[in-house]
């Protein structure tokens, strides 16, 4: 079993950036992708990065890729998102996941959707761009 805890929302101008940790313990990080999703008001939660820290894949969901970097260091047990020219539509709650053997993610039309379920999640943190 992992817990994980993910920290570093805020409010932010448009254009702005921020960085979110996720700081996982109780299990041997490398066994274990690490997931951002994000769920904004009035809309299903999505997933939008995922590393696999046993190979160091990276994914990413349309709507960030070439602005969110997703990283891992795995001395410190913790998964990074870089964010970069945040836009008001990047406002949500973000939330970190874990699963073994994988990402399992299936994109479709710009989009991840679970083949499997995410067993481990942390407590979200809010991130808030104003125009």
């Known amino acids: 079993e992992v817990q994980l805890q993910a920290s570093g929302g805020g409010f932010v101008q448009s254009g702005g950036s921020l960085r979110l940790s996720c700081a996982a313990s109780?299990?041997?990080?490398?066994?274990?992708?690490i997931a951002w999703y994000r769920q904004a008001p009035g809309k299903e939660r999505e997933g939008i990065s995922c590393?696999?820290?046993?190979?160091?894949?990276?994914m990413y969901a349309d709507s960030v890729k070439g602005r969110f970097t997703i990283s891992s260091d795995t001395s410190k047990n913790t998964v990074y998102l870089q964010m970069t020219d945040l836009k008001p539509d990047d406002t949500a709650i973000y939330y970190c996941?874990?699963?073994?053997?994988?990402?399992?993610?299936?994109?479709?039309?710009?989009?991840?959707?679970?083949?499997?379920?995410?067993?481990?999640w942390g407590r979200g943190t809010l991130v808030t761009v104003s125009s």
């Open positions: 109780g299990s041997t990080f490398d066994d274990y992708a």
């Open positions: 996941a874990a699963r073994p053997d994988g990402c399992g993610w299936v994109y479709w039309r710009g989009r991840f959707y679970d083949a499997d379920p995410y067993p481990y």
């Open positions: 590393i696999e820290n046993d190979d160091g894949n990276r």
